[in-house]
């Protein structure tokens, strides 16, 4: 089989002294789909900006189908036929869906003007050709994301891409998504293109690769057919080790009630009723897990329940106190820990340091500050027990947090979030995006607390880490808790298909 | 009636909105557009000044509208290109870039005034050009329309095809669609090969034409001479103007007529016995309550949009 790319010995050595690449080799067969996985931090990011010239690397050699190459910017790449959709999208929100598509390469008329009309039927014959649907007149902001995913493929594919670049496409996606983006790249790979393909989810990888690379420590530590291996193995080639996918052993201490939600409705600003008399309760020492398709009202209910948004109607009592009209603090102090679904937008601030993002819950405290001046002696004290407690791999303390990679970004959120005596956990796909390895650690905090005590709530769209974590399980579906499960044991993704679907539900 | 009223209802009112919103429309198209590119010009008040000035220098001396016309117009698109050195080749913030250079206009202009007219107020000294008005003839006897269009100067007509050469631009050549790109989201635009700063700087250059022909109307239309500071703020109520509008053509062009409204309406209440100095303060009052107005509506559309 003819070779799409070929990498020899690349090194790449960033600025500060990180080795991302050392001696990396790697052929990508043509008309394949090539997955590449490794935990955050192993060198399959670098490698895939060296391919797409975003990245020099210091030594080695490229080769694009046979030819030699040495690219200084994308433009390069993309003239030689290498399309890349980076993880966040390169649209422009604001502009309709053709727009972007002929973005830098518009149809003119009389040389000045925009010809619209062609614009349309460029679009649309590379609609036809690969069978990717998307509205041409609806602006970006106007779509789901997964719409968004296959413009963003399209206006590679529109440039003449022939080796499609795919960084982690599927951390964003629903499973419904997901299939659908599947089928077009299975499709794309039947018209004779080559897929690169970055993620972290075995599963996917085993769905849909032809070809497995692992990466460790900047190294390819393997690439083999993904019918060769199976998820246990990739797993243990990219974090170095056995990784359990076991569920993690039962509860072995149910006490009291520590959160209790009762007929908590909730209408949005368009008079959408977003969640529908919500009842259900959490004990100390439970997980008690959420499972339910992306949208169906978890994020409300979640900040409903950490005082981020108002309830129409209905209770939430933590230790038999009311929430109701509490402020976010007041809520805090009562006991209540929160795991954002967006770390970045909700659990750090990305440009303070690691040790700021750590204090922020108790920055006021006694011991963190006195009289109104913060007593950094203690702070730092306090940080770095908690960076060693909580395995978190910075620099330093005084790092900004956004030099982390995501997988210890979320692990900062977590030792604070963890470290705060909590009485309750709501946690919110808590490992979403994280490589393996993090995973585990994170799982294994959320399951120590809980048998410290803790109440947890865990809400996630992986099923496998409900299955994984939980006590019970209630399922959402549009608002409403429409099946409870109280024995996970045995459970499979397909028991609780159908009512996260809704079409089926329990009495 | 009460004449005051029937004075504001009248057709020499609407003349009148017209003739002093033209020096509000050309900033605010300056400012629009360099917005849409994400680089919010707010030198447009130094711009306008400095070809205000040099509008009237280059007239007096060689007695030629058109040489006036450019080297006005290359004034103020020097100005921009200043601005733009310092914020995109330089990456200096382009907020205080722009201030430096409004306090540097307003300091040359009076100093280089005081050379050629000896004079460190008004140019009167000077026999400098106006740009004619137009005559409509026998479309002068429509009515209403004909006593609002009638005499009015040639720059007043400009800025309305301004408004709608800024609608083509933005929506209708490439140009556009790579300054909305650009200000949307530049890593986007640099993805596909678009030079950010190359699109950026063409914006500033472009709002700096537009800011040249209000500066020019000002001393060769609105008045006949330059006068020190004479831009009296315009340039940062078109920012007011262009974003009321969102930067849209239509938007901005009916922000910069309201603003147009509320200093004809200051202009017409002068003669009544209030103190001049609270009339001259209502176009200024109107500029914060309508940025307050505008900013609180679109706060609640954001969380709206946020849900």
């Known amino acids: 089989m003819a070779i799409a790319i070929s990498l020899r010995d690349i090194v790449k050595v960033y600025p500060n002294g990180v080795v991302a690449n050392k001696k990396v080799n790697l052929d990508i067969e043509e008309k394949t789909i090539h997955a590449i996985v490794g935990e955050n931090g192993a060198g399959k990011s670098t490698l895939m900006k060296i391919i797409f010239g975003v990245e020099m690397p210091q030594e080695g050699e490229i080769y694009v189908k046979g030819k030699k190459v040495t690219f200084k910017t994308p433009m390069e790449a993309i003239k030689s036929g290498i399309g890349m959709v980076h993880q966040h999208l390169m649209l422009a929100e604001d502009l309709t869906v053709v727009e972007n598509l002929t973005l830098g390469i518009e149809p003119r008329k009389f040389k000045i003007f925009l010809d619209k009309k062609e614009m349309n039927n460029l679009a649309k014959k590379y609609i036809e050709k690969y069978k990717i649907e998307v509205p041409l007149e609806k602006k970006i902001k106007e779509l789901p994301i997964g719409l968004k995913q296959r413009v963003e493929i399209l206006k590679a594919l529109l440039r003449n891409a022939d080796i499609l670049i795919l960084d982690e496409p599927t951390a964003v996606l629903t499973p419904q998504e997901t299939e659908v983006l599947f089928k077009s790249l299975k499709e794309l790979k039947e018209q004779g293109k080559t897929i690169i393909f970055i993620s972290h989810k075995l599963k996917e990888v085993k769905e849909i690769a032809d070809k497995v690379t692992i990466m460790r420590d900047g190294k390819v530590i393997a690439t083999d057919d993904a019918s060769n291996l199976s998820e246990h193995d990739i797993a243990r080639l990219m974090v170095g080790r056995e990784v359990s996918f076991e569920r993690i052993e039962e509860s072995r201490h149910i006490g009291n009630v520590a959160l209790k939600v009762e007929n908590l409705s909730y209408f949005n600003r368009e008079k959408i009723q977003v969640l529908k008399n919500i009842n259900f309760e959490v004990r100390e020492g439970e997980i008690v897990g959420i499972a339910g398709v992306e949208g169906n009202g978890q994020t409300e209910l979640v900040e409903i329940l950490t005082g981020l948004r108002e309830a129409s109607s209905g209770a939430v009592y933590v230790l038999g106190q009311n929430i109701v009209n509490k402020s976010v603090r007041e809520i805090r102090e009562m006991g209540v820990s929160h795991i954002p679904e967006d770390r970045m937008k909700n659990g750090v601030a990305d440009k303070a340091k690691v040790k700021e993002n750590l204090i922020s819950d108790r920055y006021y405290k006694n011991n963190f500050s006195k009289m109104g001046i913060l007593n950094y002696e203690y702070i730092d004290g306090a940080s770095n027990e908690l960076v060693k407690r909580f395995n978190i791999l910075a620099p330093s303390i005084e790092a900004p947090v956004n030099a982390l990679s995501g997988g210890n970004i979320q692990k900062v959120v977590v030792a604070r979030e963890l470290s705060s005596n909590p009485k309750v956990i709501i946690a919110s796909q808590p490992v979403r995006g994280i490589d393996v390895g993090s995973e585990e650690l994170v799982h294994n905090f959320i399951k120590d607390a809980r048998d410290s005590g803790c109440a947890v709530l865990l809400v996630s769209a992986d099923l496998d880490e409900i299955l994984k974590l939980s006590t019970r399980i209630l399922v959402i579906y549009n608002g409403e808790i429409v099946k409870s499960f109280d024995k996970v044991e045995g459970l499979t993704g397909v028991d609780l298909g159908p009512y996260m679907l809704g079409l089926k539900r329990g009495e | ?307």
């Open chain 2, 1 to 307: 009636m009460n004449p005051l009223l029937k004075s504001i209802f009248s057709t020499s009112f609407l003349f009148s909105v017209l003739r002093v919103a033209t020096p509000i429309i050309f900033p605010a198209l300056g400012v629009a557009i360099s917005s849409l590119s994400g680089s919010t010009n707010i030198a447009l008040e130094g711009i306008m000044l400095v070809s205000a000035f040099t509008g009237v220098i280059v007239s007096a001396f060689t007695q030629n509208l058109w040489l006036s016309l450019i080297a006005g117009i290359s004034a103020g698109v020097l100005i921009a290109l200043i601005l733009g050195y310092f914020s995109l080749k330089l990456k200096a913030d382009i907020i205080l870039a722009a201030i430096a250079l409004n306090l540097f206009a307003s300091g040359i202009t009076v100093f280089l005034l005081y050379i050629f007219a000896h004079d460190k107020g008004v140019s009167s000294s000077l026999k400098s050009l106006v740009f004619p008005t137009i005559k409509l003839g026998l479309l002068s006897k429509i009515p209403i329309l004909g006593g609002i269009l009638d005499n009015q100067n040639i720059l007043v007509y400009i800025a309305f095809l301004s408004v709608i050469i800024y609608y083509v631009i933005v929506f209708h050549t490439p140009l556009g669609l790579k300054i909305r790109a650009v200000g949307l989201n530049p890593d986007a635009a640099s993805s596909v090969g678009i030079n950010v700063v190359r699109i950026k700087l063409y914006a500033l250059i472009l709002s700096g034409v537009f800011g040249a022909l209000g500066g020019l109307y000002l001393s060769m239309g609105y008045v006949s001479w330059f006068g020190r500071d004479m831009t009296a703020g315009r340039g940062f109520i078109a920012i007011a103007a262009s974003s009321i509008g969102g930067n849209m053509p239509l938007g901005t062009f009916l922000g910069s007529l309201l603003f147009g409204i509320v200093y004809a309406l200051a202009n017409f209440l002068a003669p009544i016995n209030i103190p001049s100095e609270i009339i001259q303060v209502i176009p200024y009052i109107v500029t914060v309550l309508v940025l307050t107005i505008y900013s609180a509506r679109s706060v609640k559309e954001k969380e709206v949009g946020e849900e």
